[in-house]
Nanobody, 124 residues
Framework: QVQLVESGGGLVQTGGSLRLSCAASGRTFSNYVMAWFRQAPGKEREFVAAIVWSGGSTYYADSVKGRFTISRDNAKNTVYLQMNSLRPEDTAVYCC?????????????????WGQGTQLTVSS
């Protein structure tokens, strides 16, 4: 059974940094795309970043490009989201997702597996 477990959320001040982790288990993810989505209250779920597990190509939403970095640790089967220069508008529940695709989806409907989410709050 596939499990994605996020951790690392919390409260941080504007301009601060935080790293989220997503521990993946239950299958081999070498042919998967791993992504982070976020959802703020009253807003739709939003693509943040994605990484192709095999090869490591990365993709970012324009709103986080240059501030966030997605990476993976093959040995630990874990995906990370390093978030720098945080802003109040980054406040949301961040979820990890996995898709067994040969292309990188940015729509949440194309992802098969989801974690439970972790809350990030950026204070102004």
């Amino acid at each position: 059974q596939v499990q994605l477990v996020e951790s690392g959320g919390g409260l941080v001040q504007t301009g601060g940094s935080l790293r989220l982790s997503c521990a993946a288990s239950g299958r081999t993810f070498s042919n998967y795309v791993m992504a982070w989505f976020r959802q703020a209250p009253g807003k739709e779920r939003e693509f943040v970043a994605a990484i192709v597990w095999s090869g490591g190509s990365t993709y970012y939403a324009d709103s986080v490009k240059g501030r966030f970095t997605i990476s993976r640790d093959n040995a630990k089967n874990t995906v990370y989201l390093q978030m720098n220069s945080l802003r109040p508008e980054d406040t949301a529940v961040y979820c990890c997702a996995a898709a067994g695709r040969r292309w990188v989806p940015i729509k949440f409907e194309d992802y098969s597996y989801w974690g439970q989410g972790t809350q990030l709050t950026v204070s102004s």
